[in-house]
């Protein structure tokens, strides 16, 4: 069973933007903190961006600026904004959920591709 689902990736060309959204279970919405990965062929997976609070977020250096990450309380999800793409942001993205009860466990989502046209 998927625990964390992604939509929101696609096609665009360089400078447009997406929203990407992770839906996740209300029991796992609110035990876990949230974040975004990303891996690009032949390349290791990466923190993109972490949420931690309403006023506060850590985000890759790659893409301040650029993205953004929020959360909608009462729709158990976490997004993803991405404005100004770059041809360097084409990887498949994934939704991360690491438990704040049980620190070892966490759970990921099967990913969406993104893909940035030069």
């Known amino acids: 069973q998927v625990q964390l689902v992604e939509s929101g990736g696609g096609l665009v060309q360089a400078g447009g933007s997406l929203r990407l959204s992770c839906a996740a279970s209300s029991t796992i919405f609110s035990t876990t903190n949230m974040g975004w990965y990303r891996q690009a062929p032949g390349k290791q997976r990466e923190l993109v961006a972490l949420f931690v609070s309403e006023d506060s977020a850590n985000v890759a250096d790659s893409v301040k600026g650029r993205f953004t990450i929020s959360r909608d309380n009462a729709k158990n999800t976490v997004y993803l904004q991405m404005n100004s793409l770059k041809p360097e942001d084409t990887a498949v993205y994934y939704c991360?959920?690491?438990?704040?009860?049980?620190?070892?466990?966490?759970?990921w989502g099967k990913g969406t591709l993104v893909t940035v046209s030069s």
């Open positions: 991360n959920a690491r438990s704040r009860i049980s620190s070892i466990l966490e759970f």
